[in-house]
């Protein structure tokens, strides 16, 4: 059992920037892939970022390359979303998910704790 929670979301301007933060406990976190996805009411939970146990290996959605960035501390027991230049597209409510195994991609399958979530609202 893995207990995962989000913070770090917020109102922001077009270009603004905020950083996420992610919680986990529970398990051995070095142990596990961790990831950060977005939805929007009405829509499916798509796939934002995600990194690997070790945090050396990094996956993004193409609408946030460069702009976006994954990364871990395994001695805090924490994962950080890094959001550079900010959209309105960007808008949505935020959530972590823990990995199954060590690596993990953009398959929402392949992760299997959720934290609540946290609102991302970006106005033009």
């Known amino acids: 059992q893995v207990q995962v929670t989000e913070s770090g979301g917020g109102s922001v301007q077009a270009g603004g920037s905020l950083r996420l933060s992610c919680a986990a406990s529970?398990?051995?976190?070095?142990?596990?892939?961790m990831g950060w996805f977005r939805q929007v009411p009405g829509k499916e939970r798509e796939f934002v970022a995600a990194c690997s146990w070790s945090g050396d290996t990094t996956y993004y959605a193409d609408s946030v390359k460069g702009r976006f960035t994954i990364s871990r501390d395994n001695t805090k027991n924490m994962v950080y979303l890094q959001m550079n230049n900010l959209k309105p597209e960007d808008t949505a409510d935020y959530y972590c998910?823990?990995?199954?195994?060590?690596?993990?991609?953009?398959?929402?399958?392949?992760?299997?704790?959720w934290g609540q979530g946290t609102q991302v609202t970006v106005s033009s």
């Open positions: 529970g398990r051995t976190f070095s142990s596990y892939a």
């Open positions: 998910g823990a990995g199954r195994r060590p690596f993990a991609d953009e398959n929402l399958n392949e992760y299997e704790y």
